[in-house]
Every structure is written in C-alpha cells, then in structure tokens.
C-alpha cells in the first residue's frame, strides 16, 4: 500500500482533507496493533496486515481492513461497512461521507463495539483468581500428550512442518516436540509414551533438515527468511527478521545437542554468523530488527522486486563460476535454463528465469552422477559458495535493514547465542567465543542504552538514541530468558542479578493483582483495551516466557515467591490451556515442572573445569546451572551459600537440598 496509495497524489488529497492520518509502527508499539487487531478480527472473521483502522477522536474503531488496492487496482476488500470490491480510494470516499453525514451514527456505534471488546477482553482469560480452589489436577502432564497428538494429525510427513501453505516454522512449537524426549523425569515418557517421545523429536528432525535444504534458507548467504509460500519450503518469502533467527538457533542448537548431527550443526552456523556479523550486528552492541524481502536488482535499476537479492538465472551461475563449477552447482541448487519458479508462484512475474537456491541433491550422489570424486565436488561446492556471495554483496544492493534495536527480539538473540556459546565451547573455541561477545555486548548495551537504573525501567526500542516507548511485558520477559540463558552460559553473576531486578520490575509493572498472569502494557486511559494472553504465535507468549522465567529463577536463587508466582501465571490460563494445549506449547514446560519440579546444577571450583562445561552444554530442561562461587548469588541464594566454593564438585539442589553429583 505504501506505493499504491501513499504515494498516490488523489489518495493524499483526501487523506489530508478529510482524516488525520497515524502511521503506527507496530515494532514499536504492538499494544496499539494488538487492540485494533482484535476489532479487525472481531469484525471481520480474519486479519493480518497491513492493518488499516478509522477511530473517532476518542480513539474507538469505526471501520477497519487489512490491504485495499490503491487506485487503478481491483481487489475484494471485506470490511464492516464495505462488503463490494472497492479500493482504497472508493473506501476513503465512503468514510467521508458517512462520518459526514452520520457522525453521531458512527460515535454511538464505535462506543458500542468498543464495549463489547472491552467485556470480551475482560473475560477472555479464565483461569482462577487468586485465592481459588481447583482440583490439582487439572493442569496435568496429560496435556502434553494432546499437544503431541494434535501436531502429529498436523505434521506434513512429505516435506515437514506442520501447515499447508503459506508454512511457517513455528519455533516454540518444533521446541516442545523436540524436547518432550529430553526431559529427566519419567513422568513425561510415561504419559506420552517414550516412542512417541522420540518420534515427536523425528518430526521436528525431519522439518529442520527440509528447511534447511530448501529456499527458505539463504543458502549462498546467511539465515532464515520469514516463511515459505510453498508447501515444500522452497519459495519463501524473503524477508529476514531478528526473531525467526534467534528462535530457529535455539532449535537448530537443541537439534544438534541430541543429535550431534553435522547439518545440525551447519545450519546453528550460518545463523550465528548471520547474528554476529554485519549488517544484523550493531557495531555499539546490540542486533539490528530486520532485512526487507525486496530490493534493486542491481545497482542501476530504479525499481524494487521481491527476492531480487537473493536469485539467480543460469546465464549469471555460468559468468560467476564457468562452465565446470556452474554445472555442479546448478545441480546441486536444483537451477535450470528456464529458472524453478512455477508460474502459479509468480503473480507478478517477478521470477521469470530466476532460481531460488535450494540442495536438491547429496555431494555423494552428486559425485556418482557427475563421475567425480566426492571430495572434489564438496570442494567446488564450498568455493562455488563462496564466489556467489563475493559477487552478490558487490553486484546487488542489499535490501533495506531495519536499524531499530528492539529489546524482545534481542533479549531471545542475547539466549540463543549464550546458549550455542557454550555447546561449541569445546568443538570451535573462535566460534563459541564469538557468539559469547556477542551476547554480553547486547545484553551490556541494552543495560547501558534502554534501562534507566533508578526507576528500574527498561525503554523498548533504539534508534539514533533511546526511543520514548517503555518497555513492554515482552521486552522484559524475552530479555530475563535471554539473561538467564547468559548467566548459565558464562556463569558471570551481574547477568543474573540483571535479571533478578528485571523480573521484579516485571512483577511490579504488569502482573495482575487479581487474576495473575502478566497484561502485555501497563494500563493506560489512552488504550481502550488492557490485554493479557497466553498463546504462542510467532513468538512465544511473554506469559509462557515469564512463567519459565519465574521458574528457573526460583530454582537459581532458591525463592519461593517465584515459583508461587509462576505456578499461578499457569493457572491464570488454565481454561484455555485445557481446551487448545497445542496452542500454550510454550507454556507446556511449565506445567510439567509445576508438577515434578526443577532441579539447579550448582558447579563450584574453577569456572572453565571440563565438568562444568559439560554441564553447561545440554538442552536443559527441568534444570538451570549455577555457579557455586559468585558472592551475589551466595548471599541472595541461601542454599548455594551453604556449599563450601572452594571444594571443586557439581551438586544437584532441589527442594531446599544439595546432593553432590556422582563424577562424570
């Protein structure tokens, strides 16, 4: 819309007659999204966006849709008011007549529908109040065996995933299945079924190695796009965000950890890579938000397309390569003459003799079919790479970055690379050390930057200086995981003790007195809704991240007040979660340790010992690590402080007593 009707001369005659026009960047402010989001939805049956609202000057919805076409364009807008197929222009027109004509028509109606929003928001979660009583049981580890079921039914066992097109990873939900296996109580096998278990972890398996050969992933560059539009991920969508990243590095990292898989492996560097060099890389500290998915074909063409950075023809592999190396390469990338696009994919012709890289093949196979050497065709693979990248980054413009540093999305970045710090610590120190400095100077950065230490608030957006946003119930919760992560990673308390005043900042700003769980804002008389939710959708919830967050600080720092915290944010769901668990799959962990607990691995002696790196190193559900040595943590954890620091030996704490550890 940004070209077809703001940039339209008749558009922005009316828009600037007739209305007040408010771009909301909903990076920034995703409470204003999520509100007129709701309407839309409510309204409408669906949304998405771009998401287009009339509000009356009491900021109370009129009308509102998703994309209409600009002028010269027919599509079929559906709308409350509209319902024949009409653009932007004709929609504009109608709005002005009707607010004209029957203005206090449009009040009365945007007053009512508000109400009702606001009454369906208010009881929309109904989990218990504090105070009451429920049967124990009723959030159960049985819900994790519905969850499984319902992705099973879901799963595509052709090329993975688990939708039809448009596909989208889902990271939160690939993380449940892989780690339903991974748990140390049996309570989890024994309800789900220890084959089933080990199967929900194939189905993710199977997703990741799809992805990870297919056109989803750069693969001449670094990365993730977005999501595919085909069903066999080979035509994504390509536009780069901070948080596909983080997340599928967390996934990809617990993939390879279980596995020891080497395309694992290959697939946790190239993210890493992408997070911690430029242009995602900020050079003060910090990750930038996101890459465009369009840019300029070359350096001369005045007109953006779609994918342009990123494809090829064969006429370009042949000029970049020649003809032995282009060969083996355009079989390995599946490129052909009359490039790999299929028409019904290219609306707008975009594609025409393009190809989207993606493996089509094995270097072995590869080799048979080619009459080489395998070893000489990995090699021609790796420098073929390597010569396209070289002449991609000097031939094309880069897609436009989005230069904010937003604290949610780096605070599940900051995590995932302490956590892959410390699984290669012992496989590429260089690596490991690099994705290490990269996570403290975000998290140093965003402590320096965007938290203001006397207030104890954190500020949710940086660009040129801090924004005036304050943080959001997500930026907290993200960035206490991410911090968490960190601490057990490098085992240096002051990333600990961040997170300990983070989360009571957390507590003080957001949760809810009456029914618990933690509202997405805190209230304010110009928002019309005050929200609170629970399920995942492309980013974990921030309850279910604050509900793990409670959790495993509770269990570092031996506070019952977390862990009551954390059990009651559950249970501020409670209703939801029994009828839709596969829609609470991050908060699934929660209910099992609310369960059977969590246990603290406190190492003492020397921090880089090789038993405490191998403690360090595992997927880590149901246990966080500590360092017995810190003199925070000993003060403000009364149970660590008992453990002598000087002896070297691995406890495991749980339920106010430490046991030491058998020798590895």
Known sequence: MERESFASPEIAELLNSYFIPIKIDREERPDVDAIYMNYVQATNGSGGWPLNVFVTPDLEPVFGGTYWPGPNHSMTAQGTLISQTV??????????????????????????????????????????????????????IELLEEAYQHFLRRYDSTNGGFSIAPKFPTPVNMQFLLRLDQWATMAVKNVVGEAECKHAAQLVLNTLRK????????????????????????????????????????????AFVVTRDPEMLGAVYDIATYLTEAPMAAAAGGFYSAEDADSYPTHTDNEKREGAYYVWTLKELRTVLGDRESNICARFYGV???????????????????????????????AKQVGMAESEVVTILKEGRKKMRVYREKNRPRPALDDKVVVCW???????????????????????????????????????????????????????GRGDTPGFCDDYAFLIHGLIDLYEATFYESFLEFADILQKSQISFFHDPVSSGFFTTRSHPSLLLHLKSGMDAAEPSSNSVSASNLHRLSSLLNDENYSRLAMETVAAFEAEVMQFPHCFAGMLGSVVVGKVGMQTVVVTGPLETARGKKVREGVGVGRTVAWGGGEWLRARNDLVGSIPKDKQVVMICAEGECREMPPF
């Open 211 to 254: 992805m990870a050969r297919g056109g989803i992933r750069d693969q001449i560059g670094f990365g993730f796009s977005r999501y595919s539009v085909t069903k066999d991920w080979s035509l994504p969508h390509f536009e780069k965000m901070l948080y596909d990243q983080a997340q599928l590095l967390d996934v990809y990292l617990d």
């Open 410 to 464: 780096n605070g599940l970045a900051i995590g995932a690379l302490a956590r892959t710090s410390a699984a290669l610590v012992d496989i590429d120190a260089e690596k490991s050390t690099q994705c290490r400095k990269a996570a403290e100077g975000a998290a140093n950065f965003i402590r320096k930057e965007l938290f203001d230490e006397e207030s104890k608030t954190l500020y949710r957006v940086y660009r040129e």
């Open 87 to 140: 653009g932007f222009l004709d929609i504009l027109k109608k709005m002005r007549d009707v607010w004209t004509k029957q203005e206090e028509r449009c009040r009365e109606s945007a007053k009512e529908i508000t109400r009702q929003l606001r009454q369906f928001a208010e009881e929309g979660v109904h989990g218990r109040k504090l105070g009451e009583k429920s049967d124990e049981d009723s959030l159960d």
């Open 336 to 366: 052909l003459a009359d490039g790999n696009v299929a028409r019904e994919n290219d609306p707008h012709d975009e594609f025409i003799s393009q190809n989207v890289m993606k493996i089509t093949t094995t270097p072995a196979a590869l």
